[in-house]
Antibody
Framework: EVQLVESGGGLVKPGSSLKLSCVASGFTFSSYGMHWIRQAPKKGLEWIALIYYDSSNKYYADSVKGRFTISRDNSKNTLYLEMNSLRSEDTAMYYC??????????WGQGVMVTVSS | DIVLTQAPLSVSVTPGESASISCRSSKSLLSSKGITSLYWYLQRPGKSPQLLIYQMSNLASGVPDRFSSSGSETDFTLKISKVETEDVGVYYCGHRLEYPLTFGSGTKLEIK
């Protein structure tokens, strides 16, 4: 069974940093690209980043480019999202999600990030 | 960026009846490989999204065949036959043709 478990969220002040983690199990993590997708409270889905299976390519939404960094450690089956210069508009539930030929096929349960003074 | 426009915003359905949700793309979602890069997701209340349909018309694993999807290069329809109470939630269309991936704004399905 595919499982994606995010952690590292919390309440932080504007301008601060936070690093999210997502531990994967139930599939060969090193063979699949991975996404971070977020959802602001009562809002829709916003894709923010993708990393290839071997970290050879990374893509970002304009809203986070230059502030967020996606990375992975295939030896630990773990995906990361390092978030710097956080703004109030970054407040959201952050999901890690698995990429496949069938699209974004599995999502984690999400981790909440709140940016507020 | 590709804009996906969903309609209606919400739909209320009697159990056993059918529901249809529309998704229109600002750009053709037909890839150079001949794949239509349109996906449907369901987010049940308090849960994370789950994949329902991939590549416009293919049912994801474990999804009942009450769900079906069809369309052209820019206009798509998700149909839910014989709606059940477990179908309640917000339905999103999304694409994976290019980066950034984008999603429609969602359609909320409620039971009458």
């Amino acid at each position: 069974e595919v499982q994606l478990v995010e952690s590292g969220g919390g309440l932080v002040k504007p301008g601060s940093s936070l690093k999210l983690s997502c531990v994967a199990s139930g599939f060969t993590f090193s063979s699949y690209g991975m996404h971070w997708i977020r959802q602001a409270p009562k809002k829709g889905l916003e894709w923010i980043a993708l990393i290839y299976y071997d970290s050879s390519n990374k893509y970002y939404a304009d809203s986070v480019k230059g502030r967020f960094t996606i990375s992975r450690d295939n030896s630990k089956n773990t995906l990361y999202l390092e978030m710097n210069s956080l703004r109030s508009e970054d407040t959201a539930m952050y999901y890690c999600a698995k990429n496949s030929n069938q699209g974004v096929d599995y999502w984690g349960q999400g981790v909440m990030v709140t940016v507020s003074s | 960026d590709i804009v996906l426009t969903q309609a209606p915003l919400s739909v209320s359905v009697t159990p056993g009846e059918s529901a249809s949700i529309s998704c229109r793309s600002s750009k053709s979602l037909l890839s150079s490989k001949g794949i239509t890069s349109l996906y449907w997701y369901l987010q049940r209340p308090g849960k994370s999204p789950q994949l329902l349909i991939y590549q416009m018309s293919n049912l994801a694993s474990g999804v009942p065949d009450r769900f079906s999807s069809s369309g052209s290069e820019t206009d798509f329809t998700l149909k839910i036959s014989k709606v059940e109470t477990e179908d309640v939630g917000v339905y999103y269309c999304g694409h994976r043709l290019e980066y950034p991936l984008t999603f429609g704004s969602g359609t909320k399905l409620e039971i009458k």
